[in-house]
Nanobody
Framework: QVQLVESGGGLVQPGGSLRLSCAAS????????IFWHRQAPGKQRELVAI???????YYEDSVKGRFTISRDIAENTVSLQMTSLKSEDTAVYLC??????????WGQGTQVTVSS
């Protein structure tokens, strides 16, 4: 059974930092493509960052230079390091995995709130 579990969300002040983690089981992140998405109330789901099976990364323009996606192969996890957080970063953050057979799996999400 494939399972993705996000953690690390919470309340942070503008300008602060958070590290989100996506722990995968039943499938190896090293041979998969991992996506971070976010969804705020009243807005469509937005792609945030991608890391593929060879470690190449992609970032949405709104987070470029502030967020970093990375893998820990030994722990089978993917992280999203978020810095210089803004109020508009407030959302539920979800990780998704695309397997080598092109099957998609989703985690349940973790809430990030940026507010003073």
């Amino acid at each position: 059974q494939v399972q993705l579990v996000e953690s690390g969300g919470g309340l942070v002040q503008p300008g602060g930092s958070l590290r989100l983690s996506c722990a995968a089981s039943g499938i190896a992140v090293s041979v998969s493509t991992i996506f971070w998405h976010r969804q705020a109330p009243g807005k469509q789901r937005e792609l945030v960052a991608i890391i593929n099976n060879v470690g190449s990364t992609y970032y949405e323009d709104s987070v470029k230079g502030r967020f970093t996606i990375s893998r820990d192969i030994a722990e089978n996890t993917v992280s999203l390091q978020m810095t210089s957080l803004k109020s508009e970063d407030t959302a539920v953050y979800l990780c998704a995995l695309r397997s080598k057979s092109q099957q998609y799996y989703w985690g349940q999400g973790t809430q990030v709130t940026v507010s003073s």
